[in-house]
């Protein structure tokens, strides 16, 4: 069954010389890797972390890796590939998503929900230095597990009052919380201890390091 899907990018396995075992979340599939065939028409450059695709799924009810051909850019993401910043922002996002969604997952309004952040992060002009903080607290909310002022405490520590405050704030109040990059860090290492208790699995995000770097 040939099925024409929304995809977003959250990272692909080299397979072989000439293709890739891509993985990615679907409205119609949730979480789910495909192997594809890398070529003229479908070439790396659209494996971007976050991309927006549209695709066409080969459904194989006698394998877990479905194939997937006919990729289209359906989002450029122009305001994300131009700037070093969210670039950056992105492939944290992806790397997270990647790590924290099983394959095989998918809950009701989650793929509209990651695409409405990336289209947002892609849209914003300034102030989101703070973006990828308030990500990872709207993330639990959608996996499941909102996180209120007293379950997070234990993991925030000295930032309390700081997470405290996004919790507490609408989205354009969040951007403009002010911290220091190393207070940005610690809150980001903490939330991301968070997901890792709730999800019962080992968060090791690499990209991590990069927003370290751009935010000391």
């Not at 405490?153 to 309390?160: L, N, S």
């Not at 700081?162 to 610690?186: C, H, W, Y």
Request: glycine content about 6%; some cysteine; hydrophobic content about 40%.
């Amino acid at each position: 069954m040939k099925t024409p899907t929304q995809l977003i990018v959250l990272a692909y396995t080299k397979f072989g010389e000439s293709s890739v075992v891509l993985h990615t979340l679907s409205r119609e599939f949730g979480r789910r890797s495909f192997l594809v065939k890398i070529g003229k028409r479908t070439t790396m450059s659209l494996f971007l972390p976050l991309n927006i695709l549209e695709a066409t799924v080969v459904e194989n009810p006698k394998s877990t890796l479905w194939k997937a051909y006919s990729f289209s850019s359906t989002n450029p993401l122009i305001g994300i590939r131009n700037n070093m910043r969210k670039n950056s922002i992105t492939m944290f996002m992806s790397e997270v998503l990647y790590r924290t969604v099983k394959d095989g997952e998918k809950e009701e309004g989650f793929f509209d929900w990651c695409l409405s952040q990336i289209l947002l992060l892609d849209a914003l002009e300034g102030n989101y230095s703070n973006f990828h903080i308030n990500f990872l607290l709207e993330l639990s909310g959608a996996l499941g597990f909102s996180p209120t002022v007293e379950g997070i405490a234990p993991f925030v520590r000295d930032d309390f009052a700081k997470v405290k405050e996004f919790l507490q704030s609408d989205f354009p109040s969040a951007m403009l919380i002010p911290l220091t990059g190393e207070e940005r860090n610690a809150i980001c290492e903490e939330v991301l201890s968070y997901l890792e208790y709730h999800t019962e699995s080992r968060i090791n995000v690499r990209s991590l390091s990069v927003l370290k770097e751009l935010y000391r």
